[in-house]
């Protein structure tokens, strides 16, 4: 069974950026999706990663403030934002595409906070 | 991009009740369409893809249905673990939009 491993919680000061890992335990090859939650609110796609080519693309709320990376040597990704807000504090997760299965990492919670 | 309408945003039913929620997306989106329910602190599970295709596990009194641009996520008796919020998500190409979600209560 394929799992998502995140990395742990950040606190970032405003202006500040946070790069927020997800390991997949197994190589499929399979892309990488990034979704955030801020507190009480819900689901927001933000963008994608081909992990084989490394191609990727974002949401247009995210163009430009974010940019996802990955190093198939270790099936790991990753997603940065830049510029962090307060409205940047949210859980963040990695996730595949539902026409594969039920695979989303625990959750990363970002906090951003002066 | 193809907006995803999620409604009600919430409601409350008995249970034992029929439970329906609706998604209605901007634009067609073949049958690239799931369902996740999200329990407070935890990750989204997913329920549905293809519309109605049930994910592993999960117990039949749920299901999906509709075509082109509206869909429906049924609970056929409203258990009292089944309080949670709902969320559509279109898969057929990027941007994988989600709806806005339903909150379901116990009345």
């Known amino acids: 069974q394929v799992h998502l491993v995140q990395s742990g919680a950040e606190v970032k000061k405003p202006g500040a950026s946070v790069k927020v890992s997800c390991k997949a335990l197994?190589?499929?090859?399979?892309?990488f999706h990034w979704v955030r939650q801020a507190p009480g609110q819900g689901l927001e796609w933000m963008g994608w990663?081909?992990?084989?080519?490394?191609?990727?693309g974002y949401a247009q709320k995210f163009q430009g403030r974010v940019t996802m990376t990955r190093d198939p040597s270790i099936s790991t990704a990753y997603m940065e934002v830049n510029r962090l807000t307060s409205d940047d504090t949210a859980v963040y997760y990695c996730?595949?595409?539902?026409?594969?299965?039920?695979?989303w990492g625990q959750g990363t919670l970002v906090t951003v906070s002066s | 991009d193809v907006q995803m309408a999620q409604s009600p945003s919430s409601l409350s039913a008995s249970v034992g009740e029929r439970v329906t929620i609706t998604c209605r997306a901007s634009?067609?989106?073949?049958?690239?369409l799931a369902w996740y329910q999200q329990k407070p602190g935890k990750v989204p599970r997913l329920l549905i893809y293809?519309?109605?295709t049930l994910h592993s596990g999960v117990p039949s009194r749920f299901s999906g249905s509709g075509s082109g641009t509206d869909f429906t996520l049924t609970i056929s008796s409203l258990q009292p673990e089944d309080v949670a919020t709902y969320y559509c998500?279109?898969?057929?190409?990027?941007?994988?939009?989600f709806g806005g979600g339903t909150k379901v209560e116990i009345k």
């Open positions: 996730a595949r595409d539902p026409g594969l299965g039920d695979y």
């Open positions: 197994a190589n499929t090859g399979w892309f």
């Open positions: 990663i081909d992990p084989n080519t490394g191609a990727s």
């Open positions: 634009q067609g989106i073949s049958d690239y």
């Open positions: 293809r519309i109605s």
């Open positions: 998500q279109k898969y057929d190409r990027v941007p994988l939009t």
